[in-house]
């Protein structure tokens, strides 16, 4: 990387010589090299995206099948219960049938007594004392015919009441079997719908999981053109910096305006004190548009203790050209600017007295006398 930089900086710094098809070979590239990236970026955030979605279709998922589990075991509660319900709907249904058994012999016995009541009732006293018996024996038997078909009745009440609780109790069995029935039906929707719900989700993670196939498959080719303009860009570069061209024209002037200060030494206008005055000062009004004196790359634009907001560029050959004081910036770090072009605007951040640019050129890290750079106007 720092390998082609440095060679776009030797190819702009050679711009001037250079026929104008090469630099339009080098700018179309480049214009396609910053397409790519920023497609690159958008693929990048397309597989984020997926991926987050992919989490969270996940996730839902997951808790659907918890759901699932959830509604399969109120099922098996509720057929348990409906067991249990036709367990004691078949007990009580085997109780009222032997109830009504026992009232039918119970109304059996009780008939037996009275008809046998009856019949010793109509036996005469004299019959009986011809025939050797004692009528109150006689009395005494019908008495207790009278007492068992007493009893009985009282059995068979008390077993009438007991079928019609049972036959209650059946019928209360019933509804809550219905009831059991109709929430299981519920329950058994309730599955089906989140089994549906689950094949949703299922198939937009197969969509998406297809869909972040294709994206880094796409990441993978936008990369590999990444890497064929940076090698194209290097080739062009590398070609112009062998043609073994010079700059000759000299630099523009960033801005017009009279110079309030010349390169040297001289008493700082702040602090009163002797100092070395690294380039020359042109006064100029707030937000007046600063030019590149020549084309380049920018290696610096930010804020600089003294100088403000400052931009550095490099033209190749080790010169490098510097702006301070400016109120913004209309280039970044890393841009490639040409010779003209604007690159930010004057005021006068930093330690300043008033609006004006400040311009320095450096040769070898070394600052020195504009003026021998800058072309006449």
């Known amino acids: 990387m720092k390998k082609i930089l440095l060679l776009f900086l030797i190819f702009f710094v050679l711009l001037s010589l250079f026929p104008h098809t090469v630099y339009s070979d080098l700018a179309e590239e480049q214009k396609k090299l910053e397409k790519y990236k920023i497609e690159l970026e958008k693929i990048k955030k397309a597989i984020n995206d997926t991926t987050i979605n992919e989490k969270t279709a996940q996730a839902l998922l997951d808790s659907i099948y918890d759901e699932i589990d959830k509604i399969t075991s109120n ?6 219960k409906i067991n249990v319900v036709n367990e004691e709907i078949t007990a009580a249904e085997n109780m009222i049938q032997q109830k009504t058994q026992d009232i039918l012999q119970n109304e059996d016995q009780i008939k037996a007594s009275i008809n046998l009541s009856y019949k010793l009732a109509a036996i005469s006293p004299i019959e009986l004392l011809l025939t050797g018996q004692d009528p109150d024996t006689m009395n005494q038997r019908i008495a207790y015919l009278s007492y068992i078909s007493l009893s009985s009745k009282t059995i068979l009440d008390k077993t009438k009441v007991e079928r019609e609780l049972l036959t209650q109790k059946k019928e209360d069995l019933i509804k809550n079997k219905e009831y059991l029935n109709q929430f299981l039906s519920e329950k058994w929707k309730q599955q089906e719908v989140l089994k549906e719900e689950t094949a949703m989700q299922n198939k937009l993670i197969a969509t998406l999981e297809t869909r972040k196939i294709i994206y880094t498959k796409k990441k993978s080719e936008i990369e590999k053109e990444i890497e064929k303009e940076k090698a194209l860009i290097e080739k062009l570069i590398r070609e112009a910096a062998e ?12 801005v017009k305006g009279p110079i309030t200060s010349y390169f040297g030494w001289r008493t700082h206008p702040i602090w009163g004190i002797r100092s070395f005055h690294e380039g020359i000062d042109i006064a100029v009004p707030t937000n007046t548009k600063v030019l590149a004196t020549a084309s380049g790359s920018v290696t610096y634009a930010g804020w600089m203790t003294g100088y403000g907001n400052v931009i550095i560029l490099y033209h190749g050959s080790n010169i490098s050209t510097l702006y301070a004081h400016l109120k913004n910036f209309a280039v970044k770090n890393g841009d490639l600017v040409a010779q003209g072009q604007i690159i930010g605007y004057a005021d006068s951040t930093g330690w300043s007295t008033g609006p004006h640019l400040h311009f ?13 750079y800058l072309v006449q106007p």
Not at 75 to 80: A, G, L, R, S
Not at 243 to 254: F, H, M, N, Q
């Open 75 to 80: 099922i098996i509660v509720i057929q348990n």
């Open 243 to 254: 043609a073994g061209r010079v700059l000759t024209t000299g630099l523009i002037w960033p």
């Open 360 to 372: 320095g050129v450096y040769l070898d890290a070394k600052a020195v006398d504009p003026l021998k």
